[in-house]
C-alpha cells in the first residue's frame, strides 16, 4: 500500500479542488494519544458531528487509570473508538479502519487493531529519539517497513499546528497543544464531517478566552484544508446518514442515562429524588451529572464514604424520596451490610453498580461483567435483591427508570448493573417523550386505624409509612421483626416466615418481567444467553451467524433476578447452550443452577470487550460439536 | 428544672415511651437517660409524631425501640449517615441520634466525625460506659489506659479518646457532657440540645453496672462529687468544691490550674470565666480536656454557637439554582442540549 511522504500544502495545492467522495456503509475510527494529547475530546467532538449528521454509532473511550501516566509512555495512550454506519450499529466495531497515532506509543498500542489496508494517520513530529525510545521502539515504525500493508499519512502535526494558529498569539506551548484540533479537522475531512457542531462547542467552552477559542478553530480548519490539498489523501469519504424511526435525537453517554432515567422516574412518580454517592471510577459521572440537577429539586450528597452513601440512601428512602446510591465494585463491597439492612426493612431504592475489572482495585477504568453473583448473593443470611442489567448507553435510562418502579412497587431496594464500557459508550437515542413514560404510583397514604408495618399487599410489598404521618409512627431496623406488627422478634419459626417471605416477594418481581424473546428462530442447533453490556457484540455476531445460514438464537437477558418466567423453557428448546460473558462464567453458574442446563461458556476478562470475531468463531466451533 | 420555651404539644413522659419490653439489664444507667430523655421532650413538647430515633448497635442503640416515636434501629457505628440522609430529605423531621462509646468512636468513627464537621441538624447522644456491653465487655475507644477487659488480660494499652475534645475538635457547634445519674443536670442538657439549631453532641457518661460497675463514681457518690465535678455555666467563674470554695485558673503557659479561693490571694476575678458562645473552640477544648483526679470533670455545655446549617445551605442552593434557571422542565432535560430532529 501507499507510504506517501508529505509536505505541508503550499500555495499551490491550496488552490481548491474537491477530491472526490466515495460513499460507504460504515466506519470504525479510532483517535489514539497521550493522555494529555486530548483524545477523548476530539473523540467526543467527531461523535458529536456525526450524530448531528444523522449516523447511528456507537463509541468506546479507553484511557488509563493515572490522570497523568508518565507522558509518552505506552501505560499513557488514551484511546476513543468511533463505529458509525447508515445502518443501525450496536457495537463500536473490532478492526479499526482509520487509525489516528499522536506518537509512538500510540501506534504500538493500537495498530494490532488496526485492519490491513487501513488507513493510519500519524503526528510524524512525535516520532523523535524520545518518542521511540518510550514506546520501545528500537527503530522507526514510519520508516523501517513495520507499516507496509497500511495506507500511512504521516502528518507533521505539530509544527503544522503551530503555524497554523500564530494568529490567534498563544505561546509555542499552547500552540502545539492545539495538535489535536489539527488531527480532527483531517479526519473530519476524511469523513466529510460537519464542522458546525464543533465550532458552536468551542464557542461555549472558551467564549472567555477568544485567543484559545480562534487557535483551535484555526487548528481545525487547517486540518481539513490539509485533507483537501494534500496529495496524500486521494479520496475522502461519506456515510450516509442512516434511517431511523423518526423522532427527536440525541447523543447520550450511559452514565448520563442512568442519571437521567434516576430523575425521570422520580418526576413520574412527583418525589424528589435523592442521590447519595462516594467518588468511584467510573460511577463518578452519575453524581456530577445529578448534581446539575438540583432545580429539579435533586438532592445529591457526596457522602464521606461508600457505607455512608448506602446508609443515607436508606435514610432517605425512609423519609419517603426516591433515593438512589452509585458505585463500583469495591463499593459494592462495603455497601453490603448497609444493602442487608435495606433488604430487612423494606424500604425501596436503586443501587447502580457500574462495573469494573476486579476483584481489588483491579481494572478501575476497565469494564468486566465482574459483579453479577455479587449482586445476587454478596450479603450474609438470606438477602434477595432484584437485578436489572442495561444492554446499551441508552438502555441505561430505561434499566435505572424501571428500577424505581420494581422497588416501589414491592418495598425493596433494586440493584442495576451497568458496566465501564456503557458508561463511557455513547450512542444516538431516541428520547421518549415524557408524557410516555408510565406513572409510577406511590402510596403513602396509610390508615392510622388498620396500620401494622409489616403488613403486606397482594404484591407482600409492606406500607411505606413515612415519618411525620399522624398516628403511623413505627420503628423498624436490622434486628428480626416479627410478621406484620413488626415489633423485634427472636421467634425461630417467626423468622423462617420472614426469611420465606421476603424470598417469596423478589421472586414475585417475575410477574413484572416480560417474557424473555429470542432473536431468531424459537428452536435450533444453539442458543446464545448473554446478559448486560455485551449486548451489541453479541447480537452483532449472532446476526451474522444466521446470515451464513447457522441454526442459532439469541437471548438477552436485562432481567437477572429474577430471570424471565419463560426462561427455562426456552432454553430447553436448543440441543446446546452457549453463555458469553467477561467473567469466567457468572451467568452461566446461574443458569446451570437454576435450569439444570449443560450450558456453555465463552469467557474474557481482559478488561476489554468482546470483539466480533471472538464471538463468532465460539458459535461455529460450538455448533461444530466442540463442546460435545 | 425549668422548660426553656413554652411546648408544641401538651404531653406526659410517659406519652413518648412504646409499648415494647425495655430489656437493659437491670441496674443500667440508660434507663435514667431513657427517662430523662421522655421528660425533657415532654418539657419542650416534641410531637412524637415528628421525630426519629435512629441508632446504630450496642447497648444504648436499643433506645428507639422504646420511644414512641418514628425510629430506625441501624447498623454498627452508621447511625448518624442513615440520619444524613433522612435530614437531607426531611427539613420538618426532629431527628436525634443515639450512639455509643464503641458504635460513635470506634466502629462508627468516620461517620460521626463528618456529620458533626457538617454541622447537620440533628442532635447526637452518645452514651459512653467506657466498655463494651452488648459484646460482653471488651476494652472500648474511651476506657481509660491499661483497663483489664476480657480482650486486655494484660491493661489495655492504646490511649482513651476523649467523646467532647474530639466534637470540639471537629467544630461541633454544640457539645455538652452530663451524667446518666444527675437526672435533673441531664434534662437540662436535653432540653439545651433539642433547642439548637445544627449538630448537637451530647456525651453521657453512663454507668455499665454489669461489665464496667462505679466507673463514674467519682463524679456521682455524693461524698466526693463536689470536689470531682465542676458545672460549666456560661459567662460564669468556673467554681467548684465541696464548699465552693475551688477554681480554676489559667496558669503559665497558658496551663489550667486548680486554685483555692482566698488562698495566695486568688480571687473570683483570677478565675476562668466560661464562654459557651465563643466563636473560637480553644477555650472549649480547654476544658475537654480536664481530667480526674488532676481536675474536676466539667458537665454542662461546653460549646453552643449559631452556625450555618448543612441541610439548610443545600435546601438555599436548591432554591437559588431553581430561581436562576427556572422551574424544571423534564422533556427539555432529556432532549439535551444539542438534539436533533429525525423526520
Known amino acids: 500500500m501507499s507510504t506517501t511522504n508529505i509536505n505541508p500544502p503550499t500555495s499551490e495545492t491550496s488552490t481548491f479542488k474537491p477530491k472526490p467522495i466515495a460513499e460507504i456503509t460504515s466506519a470504525i475510527v479510532r483517535f489514539a494519544g497521550d493522555s494529555g494529547d486530548g483524545m477523548q475530546l476530539v473523540g467526543t467532538q467527531f461523535t458529536d458531528a456525526t450524530a448531528i449528521f444523522g449516523n447511528d454509532l456507537a463509541t468506546l473511550p479507553d484511557y488509563p487509570a493515572e490522570i497523568r501516566a508518565p507522558a509518552g509512555s505506552l501505560g499513557g495512550v488514551s484511546g476513543f473508538q468511533i463505529n458509525f454506519a447508515s445502518s443501525e450499529v450496536y457495537t463500536p466495531g473490532d478492526t479499526v479502519q482509520t487509525l489516528v497515532a499522536m506518537n509512538p506509543a500510540a501506534l504500538k498500542v493500537n495498530l494490532p487493531d488496526l485492519e490491513r489496508g487501513g488507513i493510519l494517520i500519524v503526528n510524524s513530529d512525535a516520532f523523535d529519539a524520545t518518542g521511540l525510545k518510550l514506546a520501545g521502539y528500537t527503530s522507526n515504525p514510519l520508516e523501517d517497513g513495520t507499516l507496509d500493508g497500511y495506507q500511512v499519512h504521516k502528518i507533521p502535526m505539530s509544527r503544522l499546528a503551530k503555524e497554523a494558529v500564530a494568529p490567534a498569539g498563544l505561546k509555542p506551548k499552547d500552540a502545539e497543544r492545539c495538535k489535536n484540533f489539527l488531527a480532527l479537522g483531517v479526519t473530519f475531512w476524511l469523513y466529510d464531517r460537519p464542522i458546525a457542531p464543533t465550532l458552536k462547542w468551542l464557542d461555549a467552552k472558551f467564549g472567555s478566552k477568544p485567543e484559545i477559542r480562534l487557535a483551535n478553530e484555526l487548528a481545525l480548519r487547517a486540518g481539513i484544508n490539509y485533507g483537501n490539498t494534500a496529495e496524500m489523501f486521494q479520496v475522502h469519504y461519506r456515510v450516509q446518514p442512516a434511517k431511523t424511526a423518526p423522532g427527536t435525537y440525541r447523543k447520550i453517554r450511559g452514565n448520563e442515562a442512568t442519571a437521567l432515567g434516576l430523575m425521570a422516574a422520580a418526576w413520574k412518580a412527583d418525589r424528589k429524588l435523592f442521590y447519595a454517592s462516594y467518588p468511584i471510577t467510573p460511577a463518578s459521572d452519575i453524581l456530577h451529572e445529578l448534581v446539575k440537577h438540583k432545580n429539579f429539586g435533586v438532592k445529591v450528597f457526596q457522602a464521606e464514604d461508600e457505607i455512608a452513601a448506602m446508609c443515607a440512601a436508606i435514610g432517605g428512602a425512609y423519609g419517603g424520596a426516591f433515593a438512589a446510591t452509585g458505585t463500583s465494585g469495591p463499593g459494592m463491597d462495603l455497601k453490603a451490610e448497609a444493602m442487608g439492612l435495606a433488604v430487612m426493612v423494606e424500604l425501596p431504592m436503586v443501587i447502580i453498580n457500574v462495573q469494573r475489572g476486579g476483584p481489588s482495585t483491579g481494572l478501575p477504568t476497565k469494564t468486566e461483567q465482574s459483579d453479577l453473583l455479587q449482586a445476587l448473593g454478596g450479603r450474609h443470611g438470606e438477602c434477595p435483591i432484584p437485578i436489572i442489567a442495561a444492554q446499551s448507553p441508552s438502555d441505561c435510562f430505561y434499566a435505572a427508570f424501571e428500577a424505581f418502579q420494581i422497588a416501589v412497587k414491592y418495598m425493596t431496594p433494586v440493584i442495576v448493573l451497568t458496566d465501564g464500557y456503557l458508561a463511557n459508550g455513547s450512542e444516538p437515542w431516541r428520547v421518549p417523550r415524557v408524557d410516555d413514560l408510565p406513572r409510577i404510583e406511590v402510596n403513602n397514604d396509610i390508615d392510622p386505624e388498620t396500620f401494622q408495618p409489616y403488613a403486606r399487599d397482594g404484591n407482600l410489598a409492606r406500607p411505606w409509612a413515612l415519618p411525620g404521618s399522624k398516628g403511623l409512627a413505627h420503628r423498624i431496623g436490622g434486628l428480626e421483626k416479627e410478621n406484620i406488627t413488626g415489633r423485634v422478634s427472636y421467634d425461630p419459626l417467626n423468622h423462617e416466615t420472614m426469611v420465606k417471605l421476603r424470598a417469596a416477594k423478589v421472586a414475585k418481581v417475575v410477574e413484572s418481567v416480560p417474557d424473555q424473546k429470542l432473536l431468531g428462530p424459537d428452536t435450533g442447533d444453539l442458543l446464545v444467553v448473554s446478559w448486560g453490556g455485551t449486548y451489541g457484540t453479541v447480537r452483532t455476531a449472532v446476526e451474522r451467524m444466521q446470515a451464513k445460514g447457522a441454526s442459532v438464537s439469541h437471548a438477552h437477558l436485562r432481567y437477572l433476578n429474577p430471570m424471565p418466567a419463560n426462561l427455562g423453557e426456552l432454553l430447553k428448546r436448543f440441543k446446546r447452550i452457549l453463555v458469553p460473558e467477561l467473567n469466567l462464567g457468572q451467568l452461566l453458574w446461574m443458569l446451570r443452577a437454576q435450569y439444570l442446563v449443560d450450558a456453555k461458556g465463552l469467557n474474557k476478562v481482559q478488561g476489554r470487550p468482546f470483539t466480533i470475531a471472538e464471538v463468532m468463531d465460539r458459535i461455529q466451533r460450538t455448533l461444530d460439536g466442540e463442546d460435545d | ?343
Open chain 2, 1 to 343: 428544672m425549668a422548660t426553656l420555651t413554652t411546648p408544641a404539644v401538651s404531653l406526659q413522659p410517659k406519652d413518648y415511651g412504646s409499648n415494647q419490653e425495655v430489656r437493659w439489664c437491670p441496674g443500667c444507667g440508660d434507663y435514667s437517660i431513657l427517662a430523662q430523655i421522655k421528660k425533657a421532650l415532654a418539657a419542650v413538647g416534641r410531637d412524637p409524631d415528628q421525630m426519629v430515633f435512629i441508632s446504630g448497635i450496642g447497648c444504648s442503640s436499643r433506645l428507639p425501640y422504646y420511644m414512641a416515636t418514628y425510629g430506625i434501629h441501624g447498623i454498627h457505628g452508621r447511625a448518624p449517615a442513615i440520619a444524613s440522609g433522612l435530614r437531607l430529605v426531611r427539613q420538618d423531621l426532629d431527628i436525634w441520634v443515639v450512639t455509643g462509646d464503641g458504635d460513635g468512636l470506634s466502629i462508627g468513627g468516620n461517620h460521626l466525625l463528618h456529620a458533626i464537621r457538617r454541622n447537620l441538624n440533628i442532635k447526637i447522644l452518645m452514651f459512653n460506659n467506657r466498655i463494651y456491653g452488648l459484646t460482653k465487655g471488651q476494652v472500648s475507644p474511651t476506657s481509660e489506659m491499661n483497663k483489664k477487659t476480657v480482650s486486655t488480660p494484660y491493661g489495655s494499652v492504646g490511649a482513651q479518646i476523649n467523646p467532647c475534645s474530639v466534637a470540639i475538635g471537629c467544630e461541633a457547634t454544640f457539645v455538652a457532657r452530663t451524667v446518666d445519674m444527675l437526672p435533673k443536670h441531664l434534662e437540662y442538657v436535653l432540653q439545651r440540645a433539642a433547642h439548637h439549631r445544627g449538630v448537637a453532641f451530647v456525651e453521657i457518661y453512663q454507668n455499665c453496672n454489669i461489665f464496667n460497675d462505679g466507673a463514674y463514681k467519682y463524679m456521682t457518690d455524693k461524698e466526693v462529687r463536689d470536689d470531682n465535678l465542676i458545672e460549666l455555666e456560661h459567662g460564669k467563674a468556673l467554681i467548684f468544691g465541696k464548699n465552693g470554695d475551688k477554681g480554676i485558673r489559667l496558669g503559665s503557659g497558658y496551663r489550667p490550674e486548680v486554685v483555692k479561693l482566698g488562698e495566695g490571694g486568688v480571687s473570683l476575678y483570677d478565675l476562668l470565666i466560661h464562654d459557651e458562645k465563643a466563636t473560637s473552640p480553644a477555650l472549649g477544648f480547654m476544658l475537654s480536656r480536664l481530667r480526674y483526679p488532676q481536675f474536676p470533670e466539667p458537665i454542662g455545655v461546653f460549646r453552643a454557637i449559631d452556625a450555618p446549617v448543612y441541610d439548610a445551605l443545600i435546601d438555599d442552593q436548591v432554591k437559588r439554582l431553581t430561581a436562576e434557571k427556572g422551574p424544571p422542565d423534564m422533556q427539555k432535560l432529556l432532549d439535551g442540549p444539542d438534539p436533533w430532529e429525525v423526520e
